[in-house]
């Protein structure tokens, strides 16, 4: 729970990544509220959003100091980071939470080893580790995995639900579930297996225009900056704009309602790097220089398909030429493809994977 300080000369934008328990969350004052109160009220809550909207953020920078006021917080933990089958007899997505509970626990807690996590249900493992009456919050992030991990093996999932179910009967535990809200609907036939049936729900949206300049206002000031009115709102604008399908079915830019959190961390992490030093103000000039939306975009993709590539120009070129033909339309928007056994649609999933991650 302690407080990340950004140091002078630090870059205060993460990138593309989340943000860490302690670090200051800005743009979301509002959700972080609501999802606190509910949470604490509801006592099972289902916290679904787009992709890319921040969740993970959300949950580690601003929900979990919040509740740590009034509960003890274990996780955020997942259902996919044990990777062995049901071949043993244990359960991978009960396996991989208590992992997960036993990696994010606080000084001062007897460690259980693998083979003694293996032996305990949900139920046990909460009454062994849990102070008598003591009110705890249990945190699920990127639940969908529970869903898309061995999507064959339905008694294990069905056995995982049930322990939850049998673990939340328990008024002392609270829950918080985070996942991808396209997943939702598949989420159904386990939901009531649960108490609550999963029916409280809270749907992260992606920043509002004046969250995201909020945003960004708040964070440059955290790294010793200040940025003019006319630079931030040009850098918005800038991170809004969507291309609109007409009637004719020709596209046409539009400023849209909201900004993506992932692309506002990498272009204002880009833009930071650039800057002079010593020079304390962004103003317009600095945002049409070094903080030109395409530009940073176009940056860390090339800089992330060449890691992954290895300096390989023939697997780059493979991987580009992927990306442009299977995830870009001609008319250039977002599509999808579907996830093959080895490959998908032409390309090794080890890229696949990499470019997830």
Request: charged residues 25%; proline residues 4%.
């Amino acid at each position: 729970g302690t407080a990340v300080k950004v140091e002078a000369g630090d870059n205060p934008f993460v990138g593309p990544r989340p943000f860490e328990t302690g670090r200051k969350i800005f743009g979301r004052n509002r959700e972080i509220d609501d999802l606190y109160y509910l949470l604490s009220g509801k006592r099972i809550v289902l916290l679904y959003s787009p992709s890319g909207a921040g969740k993970s953020s959300l949950i580690q920078a601003g929900l979990v100091p919040r509740m740590r006021k009034r509960f003890e917080v274990w996780g955020p933990t997942r259902v996919n980071q044990s990777l062995e089958s049901q071949s043993d007899g244990v359960n991978r997505y009960v396996r991989s939470a208590l992992l997960g509970f036993e990696q994010t626990a606080l000084a001062g807690h007897r460690r259980n080893k693998p083979e003694e996590l293996a032996k305990m249900t949900l139920s046990q493992y909460v009454a062994g580790r849990r102070e008598k009456a003591q009110n705890i919050v249990v945190i699920f992030d990127q639940f969908e995995e529970v869903l898309t991990a061995d999507p064959l093996a339905i008694e294990a999932k069905r056995e995982f639900f049930e322990q939850l179910g049998d673990l939340l009967l328990d008024p002392h535990v609270w829950a918080l579930f985070a996942l991808r809200e396209d997943y939702l609907a598949m989420l159904d036939p386990y939901a009531e297996l649960v108490p609550t049936h999963l029916k409280n729900g809270f749907r992260l949206d992606l920043l509002r225009q004046d969250s995201a300049r909020d945003a960004v206002t708040s964070t440059v000031a955290e790294g010793g900056r200040r940025i003019e009115v006319t630079a931030v709102s040009k850098l918005v604008n800038d991170l809004a704009t969507i291309k609109v399908q007409q009637q004719d079915g020709t596209f046409v830019k539009q400023v849209g309602l909201y900004v993506e959190p992932l692309q506002l961390q990498v272009v204002c992490r880009g833009l930071w790097e650039r800057m002079p030093e010593g020079k304390q103000t962004i103003d317009l000039a600095d945002i049409e220089q070094f903080g030109d939306v395409t530009d940073a975009l176009s940056s860390y993709y090339a800089s992330e398909v060449a890691r992954i590539s290895e300096g390989d120009l023939k697997i780059e070129r493979t991987i580009r030429e992927w990306i442009g033909e299977r995830l870009i339309t001609a008319n250039g928007i977002r599509r999808q493809t579907l996830r093959g056994a080895g490959s998908s649609e032409g390309l090794n999933n080890e890229f696949v994977v990499n470019l997830v991650n």
